[in-house]
Each structure stands twice: as C-alpha cells, then as structure tokens.
C-alpha cells in the first residue's frame, strides 16, 4: 500500500503522537525536512536545510537531524526553526552525517558515513569505483546538552543506519559497502569490539550500489533493514540470518519505521518512485529511546 507519494527524495520517517510523519527529502530543489498528514494526504514544508537525512526527536518535541550538505548536526522545532549544533570533531570536520538515535543513556548516537557526499555521487550519479573508495565511516555519541562528543568507531565502509536491539545489550550498524551489519555490544561506556551480525545482499540482486540503509527492530528480535538498490526489505531473524525479503514497489528503499501504538506495520521511505509504503508484518516495533538525560 502506498502511504504517501509525490516526495523528492524522502528518508528518515518518524511518527508522530498525532498520527502525523516527519521524513526529509533529499533532492536538491527540496533538501528539506517535512510533514505528513495522518491520512498521507498532505505534505508541509517545516524547513530548508540543504540536505538533510536522518531524523531523531527527543522527549522535548525536539528534532535532530543529520545534515549532509554541509556536514552538520542541526536542532530543530516543530515550527521549522533550526540551528547547527556541530559541524566537527576534535580531528576534523564531519564528512557525511547521516543517521542517529537515542540510547538508554539518553545520549543521541549518530552515524557518519566517511566521505562527503559531493565525492561520493557526481553529476547525480553514486561514482562507478564506490567499491574501491577510501570511506571513514564513524559511529559518534553526543551529550544532547552540553554538546559533549565521542567517537565511539570508525573505519567503517560508509556507516549507514543503527538500531538498538533487544535488551540494549547491543548497538547494530549498517556497513553499506559489502552489505554487513555490524553489531557493537554497548555499556554507558562504550562499545566493544565490533563483530558481523549478518548480511543483507541478495546473490541474485542487481549489479550496481546495493547496501543496507536504515533499519528498525521489532518486538519479536527480528531486525528489519532497508537495502538501497536491491529493492526489498531484509527481515534478520536474532540469529542473524535472512528470514525474509519483503519487496517494494522501486529499487531505492532507504529507510524504515514502525506505526505507533503497537501497529503491526512498517513505513517505507523510496526514493525511486518518490513514496511511503506500508506492509503488514507480524510484530509490532521495539519502542525507540527518547528521552535526553544529564551526564
């Protein structure tokens, strides 16, 4: 079922308390964070950003999004005002800030996917050696408060989505280059060391960037993974096998979410056709953390 069409670009959905959706759109007449009505009927235009990517919000109504162009990490409200929060590390600039959510320790956990957009993707189109490219990928968690930044890992093949799993005993993260997703167990004081959970690609997918996008858990441990330019849904039983494709309408899916309120349903964002799809899946969403905390 098609929730939502007409978007340019769209990823990073979240469901609101009114039934309502935020998703960014990437395309570069938008680059804009945006608001979809209940029914999917209708779009507003929160903000202008420049090209925006993932979305978190936090117990205070407010939205935190990872900027790509420029490299940022932007605060913003309902009303659509917004400020830039961080644009570097204590080594460098950030590259390609691109997803993020909330721990249980309140901390905000975002991605970086290690290389700048403008030298990934030419004249619009991903470049032929994305294979071969020098990627720093990076995994950082900041204080939403004092602005207090670690990098928590690194050298990742272009870090993509992450999720908390069951028991917040682990942090998992998408590796798009070559498909893994990586798990990290997790503490308040860190990550420990990485290691492979499984993999998303598809033997018989077709040629071309194909990688893990976002991704969602559900309540049953399965892990539900968006694989950009293979067209499907990777459902990941906990053992981390595949147990399932589910397919979407265009080759582009890039990011996942689950309806509120116990809803058995995932929301797909598309970029090819421009859509929100909705499949019906046998388990509701793992709830995500929100809340912000002093440390």
Known sequence: MIFAEGLGVPEGPVALSDGSWLVVEMRPDRGCVSRISPDGSERTQLAVTGRPNGLAFDHLSRIWVCESNPPSLLRMTLDGEYESILDHSDDGPFLFP??????????????DSGIRFTDFVV???????????DYQGRVYR????????????????????????????????AETIGGDIIRYPWSPKGLGAAEVFGNTIDPDAPPGLKGPDGMAFGRNGALYVTVFGQGDVTVLGPDGGVRERIRTNGMAPTNVAFGRDGEHRIYVTEDELGTIEVFDVDTAGLPLHVRSAAR
């Open 123 to 133: 004249n619009g189109q991903v470049r032929d050696d994305h294979d071969s490219l």
């Open 98 to 111: 691109n997803d993020l959510c909330f721990g249980p320790d309140g901390l905000l956990y975002f991605t």
């Open 142 to 173: 900041v204080h939403p408060e004092t602005l207090r930044l670690e990098v928590l890992a690194e050298g990742i093949r272009f870090t993509n989505g992450l999720a908390f799993g069951p028991g917040d005993t682990h942090l998992y993260v």
